[in-house]
């Protein structure tokens, strides 16, 4: 819910799993929420900015957090993978 001027005024906002779209609900002890570095191509330096990921409880209990994590990233450009010469 939302003020005249703008504001959030909620006491509790829910996150959503960004994988699976699921409700993150906050008796969900099992979720995580991780900030990847954005990295500058040129360089391959971080640039200080960052993208948040969050994951369900229920995505890590089927062993599938690694996997979503690594597709979001790769999604997002937020990976960069060595190229061999």
Known sequence: MQNESGENV????PRK???TNRLIEAK????IQI??????????MATGENTAYALGGY?????????ALTAL??????????SSD
């Open 10 to 13: 909620d006491l509790y906002v």
């Open 17 to 19: 799993c960004s994988w």
């Open 28 to 31: 969900d002890h099992s979720s």
């Open 35 to 44: 900030n990847v570095a954005n990295v500058d191509p040129v360089t391959g």
């Open 59 to 67: 995505i890590r209990f089927k062993s599938e957090g690694d996997m």
């Open 73 to 82: 990233a790769q999604k997002n450009d937020a990976i960069m993978f060595a």
